[in-house]
Every structure is written in structure tokens, then in C-alpha cells.
């Protein structure tokens, strides 16, 4: 009698899988700001270009004049504002070959990770000083009420 031996194929090492899902996560990430960018293109070409995310909401706070010289501001630093698309391009090729690599090295993964967030750090610091250029333009009255909004109480409370 022969005995038949099945060698079972070995599954995939768990950290491969996790590898291609922090790749897909960035890629879709990276993917999202030149996305977002080739999509708010027209609103460029037409002046109507808005505060980056990180800074949106500080900015729709702002009284009515104050939001009008922060977007002339920050369309006359768009390009302060803006991800180098080259520079992206090689964050994703150093992530890629992070990940190819044997053996594989995490504090290479981890510097890339380092890089981006400096990256993102550098866009929304040149954000939050145009609205900080407002606020110092910003009369006591204009502050309260920026405040106000900030809080979400638009209409403070009337006495009765």
C-alpha cells in the first residue's frame, strides 16, 4: 500500500497582506489629492478657489470680508498650497519598493509614512498662516463673532 502525501501550499505570510493593504490605502490616498486637484481645476481657472480642507472650516467661520481676502490670499499662494505631484509620484515609488523589498525592512516603510506627513505638514502650515494673517486683521467685534460661529451659535441668544 502506498501512501499518498499532499503538501498543503502555504498561505500567504500575513505580512504581505498587510503590505498590500497599507499600499492600496496610500494609493488610494495619493490618488484622492490628484484626484481632487484635476477636479477643482476649473474652479481655479475661474478664481473660485476655496481653502484647502484643513483650513475650510476655520476659514467658513470667518466674517464675510475676512473670507473674501483669505481666498484672495490663498489663491495667491496656490502654489504653496498644492502637493508637488512629482514629489507624490516619489513617495509612492519609495513605498513600492519598501514593501519589495527582501528583507523586508519596516523603518523603510516607516520613512516614507515620515516624509508624507511632513509633506501634508508643510501644506496645511502655509494654510493656517494666511488665517492667521486674518485673525490679526480682525477688529475685537470680528473676533467674538468669529468665535461664535466657530462654536456653531450664529445667532446668539436674544433676551426676552
Known amino acids: 500500500m502506498r501512501e499518498q502525501t499532499t503538501t498543503q501550499p502555504k498561505g500567504t505570510p500575513r505580512w504581505v497582506k498587510i503590505a498590500l493593504i497599507v499600499s492600496v490605502a496610500v494609493n488610494l490616498g495619493i490618488a484622492g489629492v490628484i484626484g481632487g486637484a484635476a477636479l477643482r481645476a476649473p474652479e481655479i481657472r475661474h478664481n473660485k478657489v476655496e481653502a484647502p480642507e484643513g483650513v ?3 476659514a467658513r467661520a470667518m466674517p464675510p470680508a475676512h473670507q473674501r481676502e483669505l ?3 490663498l489663491r495667491n499662494r496656490r502654489g504653496d498650497l498644492r502637493p508637488d505631484r512629482e514629489e507624490l ?3 509612492r515609488d519609495r513605498f513600492i519598493v519598501a514593501l519589495r523589498a527582501e528583507p523586508f525592512d519596516i523603518d523603510a516603510v ?6 508624507q506627513r511632513a509633506m501634508l505638514s ?6 493656517h498662516e494666511s488665517v492667521i494673517e486674518q485673525i490679526e486683521k480682525m477688529s475685537q467685534k470680528d473676533r467674538e463673532r468669529y468665535i461664535q460661529r466657530l462654536l456653531g451659535d450664529d ?5 426676552q
Request: aromatic letters at 4%; charged letters at 30%; glycine letters at 4%.
Open 110 to 115: 516607516n520613512a516614507v509614512f515620515a516624509d
Open 89 to 91: 509620484r516619489s513617495l
Open 122 to 127: 508643510k501644506l496645511t502650515a502655509a494654510g
Open 71 to 73: 481666498r484672495e490670499e
Open 155 to 159: 445667532h446668539p441668544t436674544r433676551r
Open 56 to 58: 475650510a472650516m476655520l
